[in-house]
């Protein structure tokens, strides 16, 4: 989803999006030995299943929200929706460039305010009907016309003056202005035949008839809530057919169940929720057959606070302490906090430490304050901002307001996310030295308080995509729920003027340049008002089994994440190491696209997030 609480890639989506939990261990594709602990039955031992297929299972440690397009923000929900459906375009492993998806190539007007795509003639959805821009029409136009449509991925199309399909290897966008995000617009394109019998969108989950039809590289055949998710390779695909016959996630609420069952060769791959434990990592990476992938990540870990959570009209709702309310208290806490301490004991080095909103990984996106603005750990500062702010120690050594309100405070956690738990007893430490409480209050679902505005801060998260215009647009006043207590696109109930303009001015610009600029200064008023602690930068440290796959691409191609990555190339190009012929057919979404030498069969991916059964911040928050 954010990602991340609450929101998407990366709302909830993402977050705390950066997840949940009931469950399991590994999925039973064949006949197998029975997992111990595990009621769902016997699990594979090996790629090779009895009948003959290839099969490919993940274990993760975020369920599924929703398997709507149109409701899902979760990562793990989102990332199968990039195998079920085809979006117009893609992403290059190699680089992140645009590259074709159903549309093989678009062109502007002179006043960027009309685009037109081609949709390729070699696409056809899994029940033998032709994918047309009829079908790309109508899944923008309803997303423009129905607001539960628009629940996840609306901020791509509140731009949109008129959506048509003139021809069905046409689609046409009429822009109300300038728009630079027309070539990474991260909508799954669903077929029109097939939805347009849906009643009610903000309740469908897509989660009652399989197959489910799509034109994905995958198509996905069952599903149980909180437990796996089947899907099979579409032989049909237009850019050529996976190599596994079957790919599986399987939910595991224990990641060091899920750990021993790569040990085990009960699984093929293991990232984390989201990523390994350092201790995890380094016990792998002496094991046999057994291969670590440290890479930079896509994602950042933050501290939210609660800004006072309200409706698009203003209403207010919540119980979100007021003294957060004031940017000096705000600003104080995060000069109470050590990132140093956080980078070398929490993640042990497998972070860097954060400092704007987009990870480094995005150089022309990435920001730092500046000395003069950066709000360094500085406990005696703090104290004097809180001393300013009117928020005094008492006899007992207690911080309080002159109403005699104490300065105590919850802080949402995900109970899947050790590091969550780790940095939540620092920050007692820490903001215990200051005069302030703090219960860490650790839950398998956080979407519900966080939808409800019910917390005073949380730990955060989202993946960002290459265009960040997503993770920058949860933050906008458009982006809050238009009724208290419902799914929105907002990740934290922000809403500042100065940055809303700041959005609208970076929207527009189609300068590569100016726009970046744009966002980074978007990045400091998030920083300046202190709503947002962004505390380090994941590694994405993964493992997997080198006699069960023979090869898989990695996002970058060079040195990058095999789990959660901006397109589908890892589970569309993962060879079989079990009579694998070692030829990777079709292109790898790069003309240099690298391997990563490996083995092949199981996959777990305890994906972890902040964000969401209130669909993202249930346990996870890595939206897309």
């Given at each position: 989803?954010?990602?991340?609480?609450?929101?998407?890639?990366?709302?909830?989506?993402?977050?705390?999006?950066?997840?949940?939990?009931?469950?399991?261990?590994?999925?039973a594709l064949a006949a197998g030995t029975v997992v111990p602990g595990n009621p769902l039955g016997p699990a594979p031992q090996e790629a090779q299943a009895a009948d003959g297929k290839s099969t490919l299972t993940v274990a993760v440690a975020q369920s599924v929200d929703s398997l709507s397009p149109f409701l899902a923000q979760r990562l793990l929900s989102t990332s199968i929706h990039r195998l079920m459906y085809d979006y117009l375009t893609n992403y290059d492993a190699k680089d992140s460039h645009t590259i074709p998806g159903l549309a093989t190539k678009w062109e502007t007007s002179a006043d960027k305010?009309?685009?037109?795509?081609?949709?390729?003639?070699?696409?056809?959805?899994?029940?033998?009907?032709?994918?047309?821009?009829?079908?790309?029409?109508?899944?923008?136009?309803?997303?423009?016309?129905?607001?539960?449509?628009?629940?996840?991925?609306?901020?791509?199309?509140?731009?949109?003056?008129?959506?048509?399909?003139?021809?069905?290897?046409?689609?046409?966008?009429?822009?109300?202005?300038?728009?630079?995000?027309?070539?990474?617009?991260?909508?799954?394109?669903?077929?029109?035949?097939?939805?347009?019998?849906?009643?009610?969108?903000?309740?469908?989950?897509?989660?009652?008839?399989?197959?489910?039809?799509?034109?994905?590289?995958?198509?996905?055949?069952?599903?149980?809530?909180?437990?796996?998710?089947?899907?099979?390779?579409?032989?049909?695909?237009?850019?050529?057919?996976?190599?596994?016959?079957?790919?599986?996630?399987?939910?595991?609420?224990?990641?060091?169940?899920?750990?021993?069952?790569?040990?085990?060769?009960?699984?093929?791959?293991?990232?984390?929720?989201?990523?390994?434990?350092?201790?995890?990592?380094?016990?792998?990476?002496?094991?046999?057959?057994?291969?670590?992938?440290?890479?930079?990540?896509?994602?950042?870990?933050?501290?939210?606070?609660?800004?006072?959570?309200?409706?698009?009209?203003?209403?207010?709702?919540?119980?979100?302490?007021?003294?957060?309310?004031?940017?000096?208290?705000?600003?104080?806490?995060?000069?109470?906090?050590?990132?140093?301490?956080?980078?070398?004991?929490?993640?042990?080095?497998?972070?860097?430490?954060?400092?704007?909103?987009?990870?480094?990984?995005?150089?022309?996106?990435?920001?730092?304050?500046?000395?003069?603005?950066?709000?360094?750990?500085?406990?005696?500062?703090?104290?004097?901002?809180?001393?300013?702010?009117?928020?005094?120690?008492?006899?007992?050594?207690?911080?309080?307001?002159?109403?005699?309100?104490?300065?105590?405070?919850?802080?949402?956690?995900?109970?899947?996310?050790?590091?969550?738990?780790?940095?939540?007893?620092?920050?007692?430490?820490?903001?215990?030295?200051?005069?302030?409480?703090?219960?860490?209050?650790?839950?398998?679902?956080?979407?519900?308080?966080?939808?409800?505005?019910?917390?005073?801060?949380?730990?955060?998260?989202?993946?960002?995509?290459?265009?960040?215009?997503?993770?920058?647009?949860?933050?906008?006043?458009?982006?809050?729920?238009?009724?208290?207590?419902?799914?929105?696109?907002?990740?934290?109930?922000?809403?500042?003027?100065?940055?809303?303009?700041?959005?609208?001015?970076?929207?527009?610009?189609?300068?590569?340049?100016?726009?970046?600029?744009?966002?980074?200064?978007?990045?400091?008023?998030?920083?300046?008002?202190?709503?947002?602690?962004?505390?380090?930068?994941?590694?994405?440290?993964?493992?997997?089994?080198?006699?069960?796959?023979?090869?898989?691409?990695?996002?970058?191609?060079?040195?990058?994440?095999?789990?959660?990555?901006?397109?589908?190339?890892?589970?569309?190009?993962?060879?079989?190491?079990?009579?694998?012929?070692?030829?990777?057919s079709g292109d790898s979404g790069s003309s240099t696209g690298v391997l990563i030498g490996v083995g092949v069969a199981v996959v777990v991916l305890a994906g972890g997030g902040l964000l969401f059964a209130m669909r993202r911040r249930s346990t996870a928050e890595d939206r897309e």
């Amino acid at each position: 989803m954010v990602t991340s609480l609450p929101p998407r890639s990366s709302r909830p989506r993402g977050r705390l999006r950066i997840l949940l939990a009931s469950g399991a261990a590994a999925l039973a594709l064949a006949a197998g030995t029975v997992v111990p602990g595990n009621p769902l039955g016997p699990a594979p031992q090996e790629a090779q299943a009895a009948d003959g297929k290839s099969t490919l299972t993940v274990a993760v440690a975020q369920s599924v929200d929703s398997l709507s397009p149109f409701l899902a923000q979760r990562l793990l929900s989102t990332s199968i929706h990039r195998l079920m459906y085809d979006y117009l375009t893609n992403y290059d492993a190699k680089d992140s460039h645009t590259i074709p998806g159903l549309a093989t190539k678009w062109e502007t007007s002179a006043d960027k305010l009309t685009w037109t795509y081609t949709i390729r003639p070699d696409s056809k959805w899994s029940d033998g009907e032709q994918a047309t821009a009829e079908d790309a029409a109508w899944t923008f136009n309803t997303m423009m016309t129905d607001e539960g449509a628009a629940t996840s991925n609306g901020s791509f199309v509140g731009n949109f003056k008129k959506v048509t399909a003139p021809s069905p290897d046409k689609l046409v966008i009429e822009l109300k202005k300038p728009q630079a995000t027309m070539t990474a617009l991260d909508v799954p394109i669903v077929p029109k035949h097939v939805w347009e019998k849906v009643g009610d969108f903000s309740k469908f989950n897509n989660d009652t008839k399989f197959p489910i039809v799509g034109n994905g590289p995958f198509i996905l055949t069952d599903y149980k809530v909180d437990s796996y998710v089947k899907l099979k390779a579409n032989k049909d695909f237009w850019r050529g057919a996976p190599k596994f016959d079957e790919l599986v996630f399987r939910y595991y609420k224990d990641q060091d169940a899920a750990v021993a069952a790569l040990r085990k060769g009960e699984v093929s791959f293991v990232a984390g929720s989201p990523s390994l434990t350092p201790a995890q990592a380094a016990s792998l990476k002496t094991a046999d057959d057994i291969k670590v992938n440290d890479a930079p990540g896509r994602r950042f870990y933050a501290l939210a606070t609660n800004p006072g959570a309200q409706t698009r009209d203003g209403t207010k709702f919540g119980d979100g302490h007021p003294a957060l309310l004031d940017q000096k208290v705000r600003q104080a806490l995060f000069m109470a906090v050590d990132r140093t301490t956080i980078i070398d004991k929490v993640f042990q080095g497998y972070a860097i430490e954060g400092e704007g909103y987009i990870p480094p990984r995005y150089g022309s996106y990435f920001w730092k304050p500046s000395a003069e603005q950066k709000l360094a750990y500085d406990p005696a500062k703090a104290a004097a901002l809180l001393d300013e702010a009117g928020y005094r120690k008492n006899s007992a050594g207690k911080r309080a307001g002159k109403d005699g309100r104490p300065l105590d405070f919850r802080i949402l956690c995900h109970a899947t996310d050790p590091n969550d738990k780790a940095i939540g007893k620092y920050l007692q430490e820490w903001w215990g030295d200051l005069g302030i409480g703090l219960k860490v209050d650790c839950r398998d679902n956080v979407s519900d308080p966080w939808y409800a505005g019910e917390y005073d801060l949380a730990f955060d998260g989202w993946s960002v995509n290459p265009d960040p215009d997503f993770v920058m647009s949860i933050h906008t006043c458009a982006a809050l729920p238009a009724k208290a207590k419902e799914t929105a696109q907002t990740d934290n109930f922000i809403c500042d003027k100065q940055y809303d303009e700041l959005y609208a001015k970076q929207t527009a610009e189609y300068d590569p340049a100016k726009r970046a600029d744009l966002v980074k200064q978007m990045e400091s008023r998030l920083y300046d008002t202190g709503y947002m602690n962004v505390m380090a930068y994941p590694n994405a440290v993964e493992a997997y089994r080198t006699d069960q796959i023979k090869s898989i691409t990695t996002m970058p191609s060079d040195a990058g994440n095999i789990y959660g990555q901006d397109g589908y190339w890892s589970w569309w190009s993962a060879v079989p190491a079990a009579g694998a012929s070692g030829d990777s057919s079709g292109d790898s979404g790069s003309s240099t696209g690298v391997l990563i030498g490996v083995g092949v069969a199981v996959v777990v991916l305890a994906g972890g997030g902040l964000l969401f059964a209130m669909r993202r911040r249930s346990t996870a928050e890595d939206r897309e």
